[in-house]
């Protein structure tokens, strides 16, 4: 009976994806709805995933030999209009501050919605010589966008990311650090959100507003939907010649330097959740799970259960295990129910004919699967095990993913790939127009070219096709 409870408390995965999405975020205790409207409260058990995404992220800027700064999140708005792609691009979304201190301010500031503006002029303040290139920086922050439709991590009107800001000398440096960046986004998400992802160059139209060039990382939802995780952009000397961020080179001349920005936010929680989620709630990636694995005892007051598992927990803790002991009031049930929905990889059950056998059982929340483990073999048993589901759990997603990406030759195939969650290759002339009216026609946008690949008529016009592109209808 308490499975049936349990199951009715969320919407069912395969019917109302949607109504989905937003019992697992509620129900889970990932956030909750902040007092003002489109903004979201991220609480302890959501937050500690970020938490985990954060610490593995920037040991890798910092491998890559990025340093960490901070910058204010009040903007001149005259900051804005120096790069006029730029405050065209983000003018619907802007929050602006006009008033403070009881009195209307000389010039209106604006809360940060992305950063390129207020890094272009501190760099035009610290760059002298070549000799200061190439400036890598990145900074953890929150950013105000105000969006019209919201949904917890994946729009809201204030959420968190990190946005990495670099200067160089050349134009190549810039774009080496572009795709190496992109790169960094993609082993990560591969390797530790267990998320294969689609890498490439955006079209005009779905590129940054400032940027020379936009390459964006897309990943495949379990409704076939694309959720764009992170960009990574080469912004040229757009922003280096809107910010006079200049530079004294070996021979003598004053150059622009150009420069970069790349990003990801806690849109990629939103991710973890779609592209893993089940019908019973969350499943967790152990690299990013709060909880790695749960210890349930069965029977806990009969005695010796809540010792031997006390002492399991120790030998977990030990070996640098996040495990959870729950030894509350509550039925095994219940537990499992609650574990399972939470999403936490690994549970292990001991009870007493458990401990006479000398084993325990341990439940793999991704295939639902129990085995048996010699409790003398846990310690390092676990970590085997932990490294086994991140791995098959990658593998899944990537079987998944590539038996869902179809080719199509006109618009009524890719309006019924898209239709049927897929992912369409298509080829594109380039044109806009067909870009706009594929849109219109199926909904579908073009997530990210496929330069590898190429194509002989666009799925669109049928006059010769300069692209192979990704379209999908996305987040």
Not at 222 to 238: C, E, I, R, V
Request: one cysteine or more; charged letters at 25%.
């Amino acid at each position: 009976m308490a499975k049936e409870t349990f199951v009715e408390q969320i919407a069912d995965i395969d019917s109302d994806f949607p109504q989905w999405y937003t019992d697992v975020v509620l129900k889970t205790g990932l956030v909750d709805y902040g007092p003002v409207k489109g903004t979201m409260v991220i609480r302890p058990y959501g937050y500690a995933i970020w938490e985990n995404i954060q610490s593995e992220m920037d040991r890798r800027f910092k491998q890559t030999g990025h340093s960490n700064a901070y910058f204010p999140m009040l903007i001149p708005m005259s900051f804005f209009t120096k790069e006029a792609e730029h405050v065209e691009g983000f003018a619907p979304e802007v929050a602006v501050v006009t008033h403070a201190g009881g009195e209307e301010l000389p010039e209106p500031l604006v809360l940060r919605p992305t950063s390129e503006t207020v890094f272009g002029n501190m760099y035009s303040k610290w760059l002298q010589s070549y000799r200061d290139l190439p400036i890598l920086i990145n900074q953890w922050a929150n950013v105000v966008r105000w969006e019209k439709t919201t949904r917890p991590f994946l729009r809201t009107s204030e959420f968190l990311w990190q946005e990495g800001h670099t200067a160089h000398a050349t134009e190549e440096e810039a774009m080496e650090e572009t795709m190496k960046m992109l790169g960094v986004y993609r082993e990560f998400a591969e390797n530790c959100l267990a998320i294969p992802v689609i890498c490439g160059r955006k079209t005009e139209k779905e590129k940054f507003a400032g940027a020379v060039a936009t390459f964006g990382m897309e990943a495949m939802m379990k409704d076939g939907k694309s959720l764009q995780a992170g960009t990574s952009h080469y912004l040229g000397q757009n922003f280096a010649k809107a910010f006079d961020i200049k530079f004294l080179d070996k021979d003598g001349a004053l150059k622009y330097a150009y420069t970069t920005s790349w990003g990801t936010s806690t849109r990629m929680i939103g991710a973890l959740i779609m592209a893993h989620g089940d019908k019973r709630g969350l499943v967790l990636p152990p690299v990013v799970a709060p909880v790695q694995v749960v210890i349930v005892p069965i029977a806990a007051k009969k005695e010796g259960v809540t010792e031997v598992c006390r002492d399991v927990y120790a030998q977990l803790c030990a070996v640098g295990i996040r495990v959870k002991l729950d030894d509350s009031d509550n039925s095994p049930g219940w537990k499992f129910n609650e574990w399972e929905m939470k999403g936490v990889p690994l549970r292990i059950e001991i009870g007493p004919r458990d401990i006479q056998a000398g084993v325990s059982l341990v439940f793999r929340r991704d295939t639902l699967e129990k085995t048996q483990i010699p409790l003398a073999s846990l310690a390092s048993a676990v970590p085997a095990l932990l490294e086994k589901v991140q791995r098959e759990m990658l593998e899944n997603a990537r079987v998944r993913r590539d038996g869902r990406i179809v080719r199509a030759e006109n618009l009524e195939e890719l309006l019924d790939g898209v239709e049927g969650g897929n992912f369409v290759k298509a080829g594109w002339c380039g044109d806009r127009a067909c870009e706009d009216r594929i849109k219109a026609e199926t909904a579908a946008t073009a997530r990210v070219l496929d330069e590898d690949e190429k194509s002989e008529r666009c799925v669109c016009c049928g006059k010769k096709a300069i692209n192979t592109v990704y379209f999908a209808r996305a987040y």
